[in-house]
């Protein structure tokens, strides 16, 4: 048994925190900052997900054993580092990759060399700064349509841009490049490829040598019905995915998968955490679209429900570089949820209103995580553009889908939305 710190706040978090505390390993669980419905699987503490000297500071004032980061911002400014370098956190397991491994997320154009580097099936693609601006001007001048331009760096998920002339490539390169337009993030940029295809996303947790896969998914990205309108962090997810068949899964594990771990073991990269492989399918051929270095929200809301496995059982073997020794199961069952968010999101929206209909009795195959939520007064209300989610498990994605739409009918706050359709294949 051992006392766990889970860092975040999201509906990931709220999945991650539900599966932990079913661990017969699990003692107590605290989760930085949380909201409230992590607050209904442990203990809440105001802590920053950045403020590493508050964290040292909990962690050994609480006997954490077990500290797993959530989202990706804490990994790419170092905490795993912070851990390994000071001596009295060095008996405390932490679930992520070393600064170093997390530039598979945190820079784009480390991403794209070290899939160079691994023969990694991904779209073609050129780097440029302001060095090379001139250079970069050319080069956008005779490529292909649609152009894809991304920074770097983090942006927030705003960072990519499909442009489908070269004129406007070229004005957002610019702006990138001489008007800073997304900070440092975009001090470099990467031109690439457009890929045309379908998306999935395909979850390992690696110790930096062996890997496990857990339950792949797909989200659903834009706000609108019928997948239009703006790029959201995801309006619902499905697991399984109707498309990744056997076969195609086992392409994705021999041309991808495996030669990304392998990478991460023959450059000696310190990760032991999650690898997030955002992929496309073109025609039959998986391509990587992007790593991250963390699990996908909403996804680990469908993949956490679908995991039979002890979780904790599986984070220990990932600090410990034992996870050749543990075996993955999976429900049977698909599991689908259906986000709700804020008027407004992904623009601008009001937070702070009072969500009712979260005491309902919730039929036995639906779950309701949290997303922006906060308690106030006693009160639930919203205080984020995502609120939370509905996750179902039925024999089938329309019959899991329905389930949780019957029970978002029962919630409501004002300007709640949500799509219909999730599960629909666009
Ligand atoms: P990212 O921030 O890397 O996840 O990119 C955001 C979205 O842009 C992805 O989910 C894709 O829908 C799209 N995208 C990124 N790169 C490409 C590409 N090379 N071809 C087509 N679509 C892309
Ligand atoms: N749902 C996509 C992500 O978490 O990045």
Redesign the pocket.
């Known amino acids: 048994m051992m006392n766990i710190l889970l860092i975040g706040s999201g509906g990931r978090e709220h999945a991650l925190a539900w599966k932990i505390v079913q661990s017969t390993q699990c003692d107590r669980l605290y989760i930085a900052p949380g909201n409230a419905g992590t607050a209904l699987c442990g203990t809440n503490v105001a802590l920053a997900a950045t403020d590493f000297a508050a964290v040292r500071e909990f962690v050994l004032s609480h006997s954490i054993g077990l500290v797993v980061v959530g989202p990706e911002e804490p990994l790419v400014k170092g905490i795993v580092d912070i851990f390994r370098n000071d001596a009295a956190l060095q008996h405390v397991a932490i679930i992520g990759p070393s600064q170093y491994g997390a530039q598979l997320e945190g820079s784009?154009a480390f991403a794209k060399k070290f899939m160079m580097r691994h023969g990694i099936p991904t779209?073609a693609y050129r780097e440029f700064d302001a060095a090379s601006y001139d250079a970069g001007i050319a080069y956008l001048q005779q490529h292909s349509l649609?152009i894809?331009l991304?920074a770097d760096g983090l942006a927030a998920?705003k960072?990519?841009l499909?442009c489908n002339s070269a004129e406007e490539a070229i004005e957002e390169f610019g702006l990138m490049l001489q008007q800073s337009k997304f900070g440092d993030a975009g001090r470099k940029v990467v031109v690439?490829?457009?890929?045309?295809?379908i998306?999935l996303s395909v979850f390992a947790l690696t110790d930096g040598r062996e890997y496990v896969l857990l339950p792949e998914a797909k989200d659903y990205?834009r706000i609108g019905e019928g997948d239009t309108g703006l790029?959201t962090g995801g309006m619902g997810a499905v697991s399984p995915v109707p498309f990744a068949d056997a076969a195609f899964m086992k392409k994705v594990e021999t041309t991808i998968v495996r030669p990304t771990i392998e990478g991460l073991a023959a450059e000696k990269i310190d990760y032991k955490g999650f690898v997030f492989f955002?992929l496309?399918k073109v025609g039959d051929e998986p391509y990587v679209?992007?790593y991250n270095c963390r699990m996908g929200d909403p996804e680990t809301e469908v993949v956490m429900p679908r995991l039979k496995t002890d979780m904790v059982e599986l984070f220990m073997a990932t600090a410990q570089g034992k996870l050749s020794s543990v075996k993955v199961e999976q429900d049977e069952r698909v599991a689908c949820t259906v986000m709700a968010v804020s008027g407004g999101y992904p623009g601008d929206y009001k937070k702070g209103f009072a969500i009712s209909g979260l005491d309902q009795p919730l039929p036995a195959e639906s779950l309701v995580f949290h997303a922006g939520t906060a308690q106030k007064d006693g009160a639930v209300v919203t205080s984020g553009g995502r609120v939370l989610c509905v996750t179902s498990y039925a024999m089938s994605i329309p019959a899991a889908v329905n389930q949780s739409k019957e029970v978002l009918k029962k919630i409501s706050f004002d300007g709640m939305y949500y799509r219909k359709d999730i599960g629909f294949e666009f």
Do not use: D, R
């Open positions: 784009k779209a649609p894809v991304k998920g960072g990519v499909i690439e490829e457009f890929l045309s295809g998306e990205k790029n955002g496309i679209i992007e």
